[in-house]
């Protein structure tokens, strides 16, 4: 009997470290912890400048779904003199749909050839919606960093920044929006692109417990129970970028930053313009505060302005600012070899 209770003792231990073998693996694999810290960033970004986009956006240019063309025209005249002003090389990117013609807003920085680093952010709403996290706060992003990389000395590899149209209902996942439009014009000219960044809504934290769902009940295994983190997300195949980004930004601001990689079949893994880059065959991420899976007022009328955090929004722009560029010195380099 002594020797029975021992085996099945053994046993059960067995199972419970291979268990925990498992469950290692798999927060690595998921996960991607990054050893090292990156220097703090040195940046600048305040949090008034990020408000002041984010209203403009939400109220002066309320609604900008496609049905009111007239305050997209608001929004890309906004955006165009924004880019222009912090030194961007700006063009409006025209394209055509069943409903009529359409426009992006880009901005090049850095030099004029060399692989490509894309930064993009929609700034259409769902409806007739603020759409003040979806997604003018990813639009107030990218105008910060326009200004931080008009900043740079001599960036090493050329960034494009893309303010996209046309990515909400009744466009999106359809060959109309304006990241499919981008994506395919890039892929048709044969631009080499070393990585495209969606800033998809960066301004809802949260520090309560509780606060933070995910798609998977597992996954509440290996992430944190507070939205108080901004994610970023990559699908499986290319897990490896996923790491690599994150490990460009980690420890550059304050803010804690996770990472999934994941099939695309993973509820909200593919839910921004960073899909349509995938089906070009590029490297892509999104950034984000994780949507729906954090903020309830996700297409709703209570999207405004006055609920988002503008200190953590800033640090976002600062830890993708970050990111961009050792992503381009680090591009450049490989070019060189």
């Known amino acids: 009997m002594t020797q029975l209770k021992l085996r099945w003792g053994r046993s059960v231990l067995r199972i419970a470290l291979g268990v925990f073998v498992v469950i290692g693996v798999a927060a690595f694999v998921i996960r991607q912890p990054a050893w090292g810290r990156q220097p703090r960033s040195v940046a600048e970004v305040e949090p008034q400048r990020l408000e002041a986009h984010v209203r403009y956006l939400a109220e002066t240019c309320f609604p900008r779904d496609s049905a009111h063309r007239e305050n997209l025209?608001?929004?890309?005249?906004?955006?165009?003199?924004?880019?222009r002003s912090a030194g961007g090389r700006v063009e409006l990117q025209e394209f055509s749909t069943p409903s009529g013609p359409f426009q992006?807003?880009?901005?090049?920085?850095?030099?004029?050839?060399?692989?490509?680093i894309v930064v993009g952010a929609h700034f259409d709403a769902c409806g007739a919606r603020p759409?003040?996290?979806d997604n003018a706060s990813g639009v107030a992003g990218l105008l910060e960093l326009a200004h931080l990389l008009g900043k740079e000395k001599a960036l090493p590899a050329p960034v494009e920044l893309v303010a996209y149209n046309l990515e909400e209902p009744p466009f999106f996942a359809g060959p109309y929006m304006g990241s499919a439009v981008h994506a395919r014009r890039l892929?048709?000219?044969?631009?080499?692109?070393?990585?495209?960044?969606?800033?998809e809504m960066i301004g809802?934290?949260?520090?309560?417990r509780g606060s933070q769902s995910y798609p998977l009940p597992i996954l509440r295994l290996?992430?944190?129970s507070r939205g108080n983190f901004?994610?970023?997300?990559?699908r499986w195949p290319q897990r490896g970028v996923v790491a690599g980004f994150k490990a460009d930004c980690v420890g550059s601001v304050d803010l804690p930053v996770v990472s999934i990689a994941a099939p695309a079949f993973m509820q909200g893994i593919d839910f921004s313009d960073h899909r349509n880059y995938w089906a070009e065959g590029y490297s892509a991420l999104m950034i984000t505060d994780t949507a729906f899976l954090r903020n309830p007022r996700y297409h709703e009328a209570t999207d405004t302005p006055d609920t988002l955090d503008y200190r953590r929004m800033a640090e976002v722009v600062r830890l993708v600012h970050a990111g961009v560029v050792r992503h381009?010195?680090?591009t450049a380099m490989e070019n060189r070899n």
């Open 204 to 208: 809802c934290f949260r520090d309560e």
């Open 104 to 116: 992006n807003v880009i901005a090049r920085f850095g030099p004029e050839t060399g692989r490509r």
């Open 73 to 83: 025209a608001k929004a890309i005249a906004y955006i165009a003199e924004e880019f």
């Open 222 to 224: 290996f992430y944190p």
């Open 230 to 234: 901004i994610a970023i997300v990559g």
């Open 328 to 330: 381009a010195t680090r």
């Open 187 to 199: 892929k048709a000219a044969n631009v080499p692109v070393s990585l495209m960044l969606s800033l």
């Open 131 to 133: 759409g003040a996290d």
